[in-house]
């Protein structure tokens, strides 16, 4: 029935704040319990002279009974005569008396059912006359529900019915004084006594499911009260058989206690269980009580590593405590489903979610939980490098924790800002912010995070050079850690213990602590969950593998390079690759097995052959950066700068290269062309590619390419070459001797290779013949002269406007190209992209709108018809999310949208956008673009794209012809009309 809430310690879980960027779960706010949110009780005022007769078995049902509410019936009863029935409750929580002639109660009955469920009453009059029974209805008006009350039995006392009778009165006396142990805690020792003498008159009464109901009781005021673990899961485990043949309410709330008890016993995988059934155990109108354990179900689901499940369950539970207006709890899970989004990277959603909790808790004044929502505020402003802004809301999460008293809180936002103060090159600030939160960590018994203090300074001595004192550091946090299994926290804690053996010269020693880190990191990758979530943590777990690369160097020997690129290559595309092997049944082709050797790993997965090229690896790392080149003379490998320097640097590159020519921008463009070529392609890279005859097809120029290097057209950088004239070196772009392709891995450019030989054989045998090009072009858009008398609609963004060379595109094709099948104008639907059998085209190329889709809540997509034969809008288009589902069995994707070819940067995963989702879908090749192109020069392209590959070009060569034909016409510094356009995918 009624909700109490729990002393402050126990009605929220201490913010572990870890790492700024990750967003730990442990900062997440559980809902105590699932009856802890109502009010006290009224006082019931005394009966009516006139009130309706309650008769045996019939019912008098309360609709729309609101919070707040009374309804009282009569009875006339004779002394000595018993009486029992129910009071069934739904979307509203009641109390029940039973009041004699003059007033006085006779029985209260006010169990712990909350919002839905059957009240049981058991009463033996001592007086004849008129008594009335009172139902009260708690909460607030706007709660609104049914109250059925029944008479079961009304006869004349037995020695069973004294008992039950008996049994009900304890109860109910215990269970006043469970309401009041907030307050008095010397009512602990009695509530627990009472609560056992009713648990011994209900099996006198032999009425098991109520002793189930006080052994629960018992339970919850034996850890709450008592912190007494082990003796409340006993009575707890006691409780749960005995109260099968209960009211499923009661069943569900000891489910929800078993949840919390397997939390602060340190057992989540079992409090995951728990919760979960306690979710699927309460009734439907049970909004307020299924919200609780909804969140805390999403508070253990964030901290198992389960992004997805804990986004469905603390969603559900927000749109449950916004239904019935608890502003308060709408507030505890917005911030907890923000510190989910914070984790896997949706920045925008998260952003949102903890404005709003703010925003209400700033009404409530609730200052401790305020603070929480401000330092999570600033964890991602941290994420996105915000980092005074960052700074800032630690500095106000700190003061307002101080001010109210809450060290470990406080400790927590000192760590923050030691985090900041680290990646702002503040060392010293960073240490002093960190020891001085230790103690305040160590005092409130916040281990996990004194294990991640410790990692942390760890890092700082370890920047600093001093090895031993780092060493010293890691084996503490190694000792606290280890004993949470928490494999993130393991993967970080190995990883630092090899970078200071690595640093101490012991690399042997070393490298068995890697295995154990990327060990950890495997143990993740392989739990169900979507795509993106898989790789955003992937993505945060790169540091595991630079130290991999440090220590196999640092181990030396002949193969230290080939080991090197093989950990390199194990960091890559993992998820994208998880996907390829669950998605293709016919997946047997060799791939980078954890389970191989290193050197076996890269042997399978390496070039289908490197005489007719080169490949280009490059991995950047926080510390250090490396290129690989893999072609006929072997394996050899460059040092490069950090991360951060590489990609500032490309993608201020990418920025002079993707605006329109300005002349007064051509000499910084040339400037920065020549610098970043230099960095990214050493001198000698180049110049030992293999030798070939003057009318010999040109090398193959393979990149598998690392964070913002992606947005680069590798094609447009400058290579050094030997001038064959006077044997002079110069740098020129590497489409003039290379075909140029991107592949987000070795073993996905193995796989997309074998993908592509194996159905040009199964094509071969066929005697259906596939379809050569399906075309998807010109739609009509808002603002397009075949809808001429329409206006556009006033939404968000601005409306499309027709791609009139995309028309020209379309009937070049269709002339050309034998077969080609075009859906354009108001055809170009995805509805009409449905209804063909898509497996049956060789190719497939879209010339319509694209959009990348980083605002909050929106996926990339590509943008079709957006009116129907009428002119009327009727917005079509194709979500990535359709993409992934489709199966296709294409050899080419052309996707001629404006920067089809951006997404979404994780580290080494790379762009997830629509490149991913062909791929993923089955085509082996697709062709994207980087950036906006003008529209008369994508048909050009167009066109001499499909006029090489109907001269036997194969699609990397097709490229490099059209774009050689595009720089002819617009000259050497017209990069941003002949450079945009780059393939993924195999050769």
């Known amino acids: 029935m009624r909700r109490y809430r729990r002393s402050h310690w126990l009605a929220r879980t201490a913010l572990l704040v870890g790492f700024i960027a990750c967003g730990h779960p442990e900062d997440a706010e559980r809902s105590s319990s699932a009856d802890d949110l109502n009010p006290e009780p009224k006082a019931t005022a005394p009966p009516f002279e006139e009130a309706p007769s309650l008769s045996l078995d019939q019912a008098h049902t309360l609709d729309a009974w609101q919070g707040g509410q009374r309804r009282i019936l009569g009875m006339d009863l004779v002394a000595g005569e018993y009486i029992s029935g129910t009071v069934t409750q739904a979307g509203i929580d009641v109390e029940l008396e039973i009041r004699d002639p003059d007033g006085n109660v006779l029985l209260w009955v006010d169990t712990p059912v909350s919002g839905s469920g059957v009240e049981t009453f058991h009463a033996i009059a001592d007086r004849d006359g008129r008594h009335t029974l009172e139902i009260h209805a708690f909460g607030r008006g706007e709660l609104e529900g049914t109250v059925s009350a029944q008479l079961k039995e009304h006869r004349a006392a037995s020695e069973m019915d004294h008992l039950r009778v008996h049994a009900t009165r304890l109860a109910s006396e215990a269970e006043r004084m469970r309401q009041k142990l907030r307050r008095q805690s010397e009512l602990v020792e009695p509530a627990l006594e009472t609560y056992g003498r009713a648990a011994e008159q209900w099996r006198q009464a032999q009425s098991p499911a109520e002793v189930g109901r006080m052994l629960m009781e018992m339970g919850a005021i034996r850890w709450r009260y008592g912190g007494e673990i082990e003796a409340a899961d006993r009575l707890l485990a006691e409780a749960q058989p005995l109260l099968a043949e209960h009211d499923a309410s009661y069943r569900a709330r000891l489910r929800h206690y078993r949840g919390e008890l397997a939390v602060a016993a340190g057992r989540p995988a079992q409090a995951r269980d728990h919760y979960a059934a306690a979710v699927e155990l309460w009734p439907a109108v049970q909004g307020v009580n299924l919200a609780g354990t909804l969140n805390n179900l999403g508070f253990i689901e964030h901290r198992l590593g389960l992004p997805q499940g804990a986004i469905e369950s603390y969603g559900r539970a927000l749109e449950l405590w916004r239904q019935r207006g608890i502003e308060a709890q709408e507030a505890r899970t917005a911030h907890n489903l923000a510190k989910v989004y914070l984790w896997i990277g949706d920045y925008d959603r998260a952003r949102s979610l903890l404005h709003r909790a703010a925003s209400i808790r700033e009404q409530l ?337 393979r990149i598998v390419a690392d964070g913002a ?208 989702a062909f791929l993923q879908a089955g085509s082996s090749q697709v062709v994207v673009s980087l950036w906006d192109m003008d529209d008369r020069t994508a048909s050009r392209w167009t066109t001499y794209f499909y006029e090489a590959l109907a001269a036997g070009a194969s699609g990397p060569s097709a490229l490099r012809r059209a774009q050689l034909r595009l720089r002819q016409e617009s000259g050497d510094d017209g990069v941003f009309y002949w450079a945009p356009f780059v393939l993924f995918g195999a050769s």
């Open 365 to 701: 004044d609730a200052s401790t939980d305020l603070a929480s929502t401000w330092a999570a505020l600033g964890q991602l402003d941290a994420a996105e490098n915000r980092l005074d802004a960052a700074e800032a809301w630690f500095e106000k999460a700190a003061d307002l924790h101080r001010r109210s008293g809450e060290e470990k809180l406080e400790a927590y936002a000192l760590v923050d800002l030691a985090v900041v103060a680290r990646r702002a090159q503040r060392l010293d600030q960073a240490e002093r912010l960190l020891r001085r939160s230790l103690p305040m960590l160590e005092r409130n018994g916040a281990r996990r995070q004194s294990g991640r203090v410790l990692v942390t300074l760890a890092r700082l001595h370890l920047a600093r050079g001093q090895s031993s004192e780092a060493a010293r550091l890691a084996a503490s946090a190694r000792e606290i850690l280890e004993s949470s299994e928490d494999p993130m926290d393991l993967a970080g804690v190995y990883a630092l213990t090899a970078q200071t053996l690595n640093a101490d010269g012991k690399a042997e020693q070393a490298l068995s602590f890697v295995r154990r880190a990327v060990d950890a990191v495997e143990r993740i990758r392989k739990r169900p969950t979507d795509r993106l979530h898989r790789a955003s943590f992937l993505s945060r777990v790169i540091n595991v593998f630079e130290t991999a690369i440090e220590v196999e160097l640092a181990r030396g020997g002949e193969r230290r390079t080939a080991r090197a690129l093989a950990w390199a290559e194990r960091s890559k595309g993992r998820s994208f690759l998880d996907e390829l092997v669950e998605g293709e049944a016919d997946f047997d082709r060799p791939y980078f097995d954890p389970g191989l050797a290193l050197d076996a790993n890269l042997e399978a997965v390496g070039p289908a052959s490197t005489e007719d090229g080169v490949l280009l690896l490059y991995f950047l790392g926080d510390r250090g950066s490396y290129l690989w080149k893999w072609s006929a003379q072997g394996i050899r490998m460059w040092p490069l700068p950090p991360a951060r320097e590489l990609e500032a640097g490309a993608r201020r590159l990418y920025r002079l290269f993707s605006g329109r020519p300005r002349l007064e921008l051509a000499p910084r463009l040339k400037q920065a062309q020549l610098h970043w070529s230099r960095v990214l392609l050493p001198e000698d890279l180049l110049l030992e590619t293999v030798t070939r005859a003057p009318d010999a097809p040109p090398p193959h120029l």
């Open 709 to 916: 290097l992606h947005y680069l057209p590798f094609g447009a950088l400058l290579g050094a070459v030997e001038n064959d004239i006077e044997g002079d070196i110069e740098r020129r772009p590497l489409i003039e001797r290379f075909d140029v392709s991107y592949a987000p891995s070795l073993t996905i450019l193995r796989h997309l290779e074998n993908r592509r030989r194996d159905r040009q054989l199964t094509a071969e045998e066929s005697t259906s013949k596939p379809q050569e090009l399906l075309v998807v072009a010109d739609p009509v858009y808002e603002i397009d002269p075949r809808c001429p008398s329409t206006t556009p609609d006033q939404g968000p963004g601005k409306p499309y406007r027709r791609l009139a060379g995309s028309a020209e595109e379309a009937a070049w094709l269709k002339a050309h190209v034998p077969g080609a099948r075009v859906l354009s104008g108001f055809e170009a639907r995805a509805d009409h992209l449905r209804a063909l059998d898509l497996k049956r085209f060789r190719r497939i190329h879209f010339a319509v709108h694209g959009e990348l889709g980083t605002g909050a809540g929106k996926r990339p997509r590509l943008v079709l018809a957006q009116r129907d034969r009428r002119c009327e809008p009727s917005p079509s288009s194709l979500e990535i999310g359709d993409i992934f589902q489709w199966r296709l069995r294409s050899e080419l994707v052309v996707l001629g949208a404006c920067k089809s070819g951006l997404g979404r940067d994780l580290r080494g995963e790379g762009l997830i956008g629509m490149t991913r």
